[in-house]
């Protein structure tokens, strides 16, 4: 199946069209640290795919004052809110798998919080405790398209950051061109289109240093009636997100995530889904190499009465991937995906009132190979 | 036995202490400290090597340094990231942004007392140096024992731990130091339970 991004109702970034060598991606980050409390960090990716090549993924200020207690961080610009623990690396990147899990995947594509963020800690070790505790809020703009990918493609696995102000294509759902026609097969999920303030509130809980859970709420507070000339609506998507790593040993570890929610826009909710993903994600490393096996499972149940758009989806991924790191420059590794999905929305000439423009099977499984190799300065 | 060409004039005898758990567990990274009961027998620093306070897999190491006031350190960065160490300790408030391969000056601790080390970024990162009023102490291995040199003579023990609760933190004794001896110090209180534990995460923010 064809990948989303050449308009295709596929849900890995790489097709038929890609076989052989490709320049997966470039980046840079630049970090600036005043003499005061504030630091500037700014990310710039190159794609070869997608609408648009080259653009910033996170600009942001960092303030965090030294504090003899408490610790505070304010974050002020477009960055990554820190839901989970598998993008621990610069420009957001996993250090266990290439392509990103499921959730990972989406957030990477249709969620930047552009706006403020401030975190409270109460870091243990200063009180001779074990646990550390964090208190998270934020209220963001600019975040209106989340939730229009997963309503029609449903959830995908690819490391496809998307660019601030860039746009996503996607199939041409039969709906689109038809009962939905003001909205185009493409988002810009990174729009303000309704003047409403999101917001998300999160905690996080450290044992030591082996243990750590994130519980977010996350509610972008979209005004489902609001929708641009372009056709870009405001998507009403909340959702809820725990996430866990614990360390076993220095060398093995585990990650899981399960994510929770709904979105909805249009009159009388037009378009409305309730998506939920979860992955299991292990990791070894043995010297310089590191082995990571992940499992993801993803679900997007249609909740709108109409009958000429059905977006229940469902699927699951397996992916294992070996990275190896013989130089500090270079880095090298083997991926293996393998995804399969059925998309009640997917049409094939033979169902019955499906326009014969259409040759999509509701059910599609694909295996894909990387080889990477990495320039790492 | 002394030697006058060598210039050496008192002969220092061997004091052992072995810092013991209420329930008699060996208790590693305490520091004893001998202060002279006559403080004036308290030599200048000797040494113009500073002492070094690293950063590891984001911890400092070691733990627990124990220097004499008026001694150097420094603080390398052995990490890929960037630190941002600080103290507002009494003995000494300082800030110092670490990055990699840019060492900065060494710092000099004249005030004796604990200093509590913290990093801004890593908010688990937790580290101390004892800047202890003479050059007699030492730092307990994890047999709990700690041998110090010093000359005969009347001392105050002190013991420190970072863990300690404030009974333990209150004591203090009054020691002779002669021919080797050793003492056992038991503390009335078991510590903190914090766990100092070396299990780190190299994907920790950075």
């Not at chain 2, 003579?153 to 130091?177: C, F, I, S």
Request: glycine share 6%.
């Amino acid at each position: 199946m064809q990948s989303w991004l050449r308009e295709g109702t596929g849900i890995t970034r790489y097709d038929g069209h890609n076989d052989g060598l490709v320049l997966s991606q470039a980046m840079a980050e630049g970090e600036v640290d005043f003499e005061n409390a504030w630091q500037l960090q700014a990310t710039v990716y190159y794609y070869h795919d997608g609408d648009t090549r080259l653009g910033l993924t996170e600009a942001a200020l960092t303030y965090q004052p030294l504090t003899a207690g408490w610790k505070h961080r304010v974050r002020v610009g477009a960055f990554y809110p820190n839901f989970s623990f598998e993008n621990p690396k610069a420009g957001w990147q996993s250090p266990y798998t290439y392509s990103f899990s499921a959730i990972n995947s989406w957030v990477a594509e249709e969620l930047r919080t552009i706006g403020t963020e401030w975190q409270i800690t109460r870091p243990g070790r200063q009180y001779n405790s074990n646990h550390t505790f964090s208190l998270v809020s934020s209220v963001f703009v600019a975040n209106d398209g989340a939730g229009t990918l997963l309503a029609w493609r449903g959830w995908a696995l690819h490391n496809r950051q998307t660019l601030l102000g860039e746009r996503v294509a996607f199939a041409d759902y039969p709906s689109i061109s038809g009962p939905l026609e003001l909205q185009p097969n493409w988002v810009k999920p990174f729009l303000e289109t309704d003047d409403r303030i999101g917001y998300y509130i999160g905690g996080h809980w450290r044992h030591r240093r082996n243990t750590e859970l994130r519980l977010y709420r996350y509610d972008n507070r979209g005004d489902p009636l609001q929708v641009d000339s372009q056709g870009q609506y405001a998507w009403d998507t909340k959702f809820w997100s725990l996430s866990l790593k614990h360390l076993f040993t220095r060398e093995w570890r585990v990650l899981a995530q399960w994510m929770d929610g709904s979105t909805a826009m249009g009159d009388s909710a037009a378009v409305a889904v309730d998506f939920n993903a979860w992955y299991l994600l292990t990791s070894y490393k043995y010297h310089k190499h590191r082995f990571s096996l992940r499992y993801d499972n993803f679900e997007t149940v249609d909740t709108d009465n109409n009958r000429y758009d059905v977006n229940d989806s469902h699927g699951h991924a397996w992916t294992l991937a070996w990275r190896y790191q013989p130089h500090k420059y270079i880095e090298m590794g083997i991926e293996y995906l393998y995804a399969t999905s059925w998309n009640a929305n997917r049409t094939t000439p033979d169902q019955p009132g499906a326009d014969a423009g259409f040759d999509w099977p509701q059910r599609g499984s694909r295996e894909q190979w990387q080889l990477v190799i990495s320039g790492v300065y | 036995m002394c030697f006058a060409v060598l210039g050496c004039s008192v002969q220092a005898e061997r004091f052992s202490v072995t810092v013991l758990s209420p329930e008699g567990n060996p208790v590693e990274h305490a520091v004893a400290a001998l202060v002279p009961l006559d403080k004036s027998l308290i030599p200048e620093v000797s040494t113009s090597t500073p002492a070094v306070m690293d950063q590891i897999d984001r911890q400092f190491s070691p733990y627990v340094l124990a220097i004499q006031a008026g001694e150097w350190v420094n603080f390398p960065n052995s990490d890929s990231i960037k630190h941002h160490v600080y103290s507002f300790s009494e003995a000494k408030s300082f800030q110092l942004r670490l990055y990699k391969d840019k060492p900065p000056e060494p710092l000099a601790f004249e005030k004796p007392g604990v200093v509590a080390l913290g990093c801004n970024i890593h908010d688990w990162m937790i580290g101390y140096i004892y800047v202890a009023e003479s050059p007699w102490f030492g730092i307990s291995d994890t047999s709990g024992e700690i041998t110090i040199e010093a000359p005969q003579g009347e001392y105050q023990l002190h013991v420190w731990h970072p863990l300690m609760k404030p009974a333990d933190l209150a004591r203090e004794q009054n020691v002779t130091v002669a021919t080797s001896s050793q003492l056992a110090w038991t503390l009335q209180e078991a510590l903190h339970s914090l766990t100092h534990d070396h299990l780190t995460d190299e994907f920790d923010e950075y």
